[in-house]
T-cell receptor, first 118, second 113 residues
Framework: DTEVTQTPKHLVMGMTNKKSLKCEQH?????MYWYKQKAKKPPELMFV???????INESVPSRFSPECPNSSLLNLHLHALQPEDSALYLC?????????????????FGPGTRLTVL | GNSVTQMEGPVTLSEEAFLTINCTYT??????LFWYVQYPGEGLQLLLK?????DKGSNKGFEATYRKETTSFHLEKGSVQVSDSAVYFC????????????FGTGTRLKVLA
């Protein structure tokens, strides 16, 4: 299985709602990532988990809260979002973060969740 | 710092035309280089990669060669199809324990029948 799955595919939420995005991989990868992608732009890194621990938070507002319950699963909890948070949210995974082994860095992306905040 | 510069799009070609999308990079050491493709409404798919100088990555008729001397990783295809219409991202992963991808701005390709 070389797939990263994401649910839901589409999500519409109000600014007072709480929702969650889910990402799953069964490739045995130990690093997982959340990216945000606005239209006609490259993905922007948000969070990186390595061995289920948060390694990097790219100064993301606290209204985004990541969680990694186990090595296969990554969640992104959303609360009190703003309309400008509307974007495609992509999950990715890689074998690890060991930059000395280049293949470890190869990231596999999911199809994304299209989020609209009203 | 590390950076990737990608040619501006959109690129519009007729079916069976030759494609080149330029990508140059700045990095210390020997980064890994990648081309990803994003079809409308989808996530990114790895198209090809190269991990050391003079490596040639290839997939689905696309090719790119890691040129250390010109710090380039240009994407080429000899004969494009309408189904190749997508956005193409060049990316690098810097060595030495760094996990972050540095993406180019993306190049939109439109192939006309």
């Amino acid at each position: 299985d070389t797939e990263v799955t994401q649910t839901p595919k589409h999500l519409v939420m109000g600014m007072t709602n709480k929702k969650s995005l889910k990402c799953e991989q069964h490739m045995g990868h130990r690093a997982m990532y959340w990216y945000k992608q606005k239209a006609k732009k490259p993905p922007e890194l948000m969070f990186v988990y390595s061995y289920e621990k948060l390694s990097i938070n790219e100064s993301v507002p606290s209204r985004f809260s990541p969680e990694c319950p186990n090595s296969s699963l990554l969640n992104l909890h959303l609360h009190a979002l703003q309309p400008e948070d509307s974007a495609l949210y992509l999950c990715a995974s890689s074998q690890g973060l060991a930059g000395f082994v280049s293949s470890y860095n190869e990231q596999f992306f999911g199809p994304g969740t299209r989020l609209t905040v009203l | 710092g590390n950076s990737v510069t990608q040619m501006e799009g959109p690129v519009t070609l007729s079916e069976e035309a030759f494609l080149t999308i330029n990508c140059t990079y700045t990095a210390t050491g020997y980064p890994s280089l990648f081309w990803y493709v994003q079809y409308p409404g989808e996530g990114l798919q790895l198209l090809l990669k190269a991990t050391k100088a003079d490596d040639k990555g290839s997939n689905k008729g696309f090719e790119a060669t890691y040129r250390k001397e010109t710090t380039s990783f240009h994407l080429e295809k000899g004969s494009v199809q309408v189904s190749d219409s997508a956005v193409y991202f060049c990316a690098l992963s810097a060595p030495g324990g760094t996990y972050k991808y540095i993406f180019g701005t993306g190049t939109r390709l439109k192939v006309l029948a």
